[in-house]
């Protein structure tokens, strides 16, 4: 990840041929995070897992098992397994593929790393202290994990396909004949007054006589 002026630890990755940092990420089998950290791009893959192990495993004592790829299978990385009373389980592109391969349980985590990427603090890292940066990276998964749980498709998601499909064929029936808005999820909330991006603008004093505030004194 490219750095900006901001200054503070960072490196050259001689791979990807990058001055900046690396984020290591541990996530679950549903690519919610479990832990982060933030360190120079000069420290190998292997040699940062470490840290990262051992964070999670205070947090998640229970845990027994670790997919990684193919940069974590060194030394370093499977002796903090090790220690940590860890299984590392490394998934391998297959010999002789071209282009782009899904590999399974590796694409959960490439596929955060594509939902982090879309918040906009996160486009580069910004902040001077990887510590910071730890810290922005939990918040927006943190604001991913809440936008989530009040979708209305997440009512659903665990039931019956058939029996959901049915619900909401009776719920668009329902606001067809009555109106729109008149059943709706619970898990919508309540209702919000919209606006346009132009009724957000800011006022233009400088080309608009109408807009010039006005004090009248008594």
Same mark, same amino acid.
């Given at each position: 990840?490219?750095?900006?002026?901001a200054?503070?630890?960072?490196?050259?990755?001689?791979?990807?041929?990058?001055?900046?940092?690396?984020?290591?990420i541990a996530?679950?089998?549903?690519?919610?995070l479990?832990?982060?950290? +933030?360190?120079?791009?000069?420290?190998?893959?292997?040699? #940062?897992?470490?840290?990262?192990?051992?964070?999670?495993?205070?947090?998640?004592?229970? *845990?027994?098992?670790?997919?990684?790829d193919?940069?974590?299978?060194?030394?370093?990385?499977?002796?903090?397994?090790? *220690?940590?009373?860890? +299984?590392?389980?490394?998934?391998?592109?297959?010999?002789?593929?071209?282009?782009?391969?899904?590999?399974?349980? &590796?694409?959960?985590?490439?596929?955060?790393?594509?939902?982090?990427?879309?918040?906009?603090?996160l486009?580069?890292?910004?902040?001077?202290?990887?510590?910071?940066?730890?810290?922005?990276?939990?918040?927006?998964?943190? &604001? *991913?994990?809440?936008h989530?749980?009040?979708?209305?498709?997440?009512?659903f998601?665990? &039931?019956?396909?058939? &029996?959901?499909?049915?619900?909401?064929?009776?719920?668009?029936?329902?606001?067809?004949?009555?109106?729109?808005?008149?059943?709706?999820?619970?898990? =919508? #909330?309540?209702?919000?007054?919209?606006s =346009?991006?132009?009724?957000?603008?800011?006022?233009?004093?400088?080309?608009?006589?109408?807009?010039?505030?006005?004090a009248?004194?008594?």
């Amino acid at each position: 990840m490219k750095t900006t002026e901001a200054g503070g630890p960072r490196g050259y990755d001689a791979a990807k041929k990058v001055t900046g940092r690396k984020r290591h990420i541990a996530v679950d089998t549903q690519g919610l995070l479990l832990g982060v950290v +933030v360190h120079a791009a000069s420290i190998q893959d292997a040699d #940062g897992a470490g840290g990262l192990l051992g964070r999670i495993k205070l947090l998640y004592c229970w *845990l027994r098992a670790v997919f990684a790829d193919s940069a974590y299978n060194r030394v370093p990385a499977i002796l903090a397994c090790f *220690l940590l009373g860890l +299984v590392l389980l490394i998934v391998s592109r297959p010999r002789g593929a071209k282009g782009f391969v899904l590999l399974p349980r &590796r694409w959960v985590a490439e596929r955060t790393l594509g939902w982090l990427g879309r918040w906009r603090r996160l486009s580069r890292d910004y902040e001077h202290l990887p510590e910071v940066s730890e810290a922005v990276v939990t918040l927006a998964m943190i &604001r *991913l994990m809440t936008h989530r749980a009040v979708q209305p498709r997440m009512l659903f998601a665990t &039931r019956d396909p058939a &029996r959901s499909a049915k619900v909401m064929a009776a719920l668009d029936a329902v606001n067809a004949r009555y109106g729109r808005g008149t059943l709706r999820p619970l898990a =919508t #909330g309540i209702a919000r007054s919209w606006s =346009t991006r132009h009724d957000r603008l800011s006022q233009r004093y400088t080309t608009r006589v109408e807009e010039v505030l006005t004090a009248t004194a008594w």
